[in-house]
């Protein structure tokens, strides 16, 4: 491969210029792309995770399972943290429903929302207002829950600890 290269003194070679380049990724556009066509709720209900999901399959007849595949681990003061993502594939759909728990040991994934205890996402299809509107007071509905609001876009801070 043709390209510049560069010469090292301390090893008196010469290396291809691409190979020294650091990478960067863009945050905001992965963000961009992955929250394209989405709906978040964020949902305050201090139960457990798995007795949610459970009310949740009863109420819309779903099928949530947690996905270890998808469980987001972020690093903070030395430790790291792991939030577990529950999934639902809609029969006959590409909407996609990710349930993720935002608190973990005293550290949260979306820290802005500290006072939410799960954050649900809705990806893959569009979402039409009749239907967000049903799931939201639904929810409400439930055995511990407290509240619900949609989270926009502009309102998150940390989008990219949501992405897997």
């Known amino acids: 491969m043709r390209g510049i290269l560069f010469y090292s ?3 008196a070679r010469f290396f291809p210029l691409y190979i020294l380049m650091k990478l960067k990724l863009d ?10 066509d989405t709906r978040l ?5 201090p139960v457990r995770d798995y ?16 996905n270890n595949n998808i469980e ?14 529950f999934e639902y594939p ?4 590409s909407l996609v429903h990710y349930l993720y728990n935002n608190k973990f040991d005293g550290e949260y994934l979306l820290p802005e929302f500290k006072h939410m205890d799960f954050l649900w996402l809705m990806k893959g299809d ?5 239907l967000f509107e049903k ?25 990219g600890q949501l992405i897997f």
């Open 90 to 93: 809609e029969p006959g759909t």
């Open 135 to 159: 799931i939201t007071r639904s929810i409400k509905e439930l055995n511990g829950v407290q509240l619900v609001n949609e989270l926009t876009n502009e309102k998150i801070k940390n989008k």
């Open 72 to 85: 987001i681990q972020l690093r903070k003061k030395q430790r790291n943290y792991f939030f577990t993502v």
């Open 126 to 130: 569009t979402v039409h207002a009749t």
């Open 41 to 45: 709720l964020g949902i305050m209900a």
């Open 51 to 66: 007795q949610f999901c459970w009310q949740l399959n009863h109420l819309f007849h779903f099928n949530f399972r947690i």
């Open 9 to 11: 003194l301390s090893s």
């Open 27 to 36: 945050i905001d556009e992965m963000a961009e792309g992955f929250f394209e």
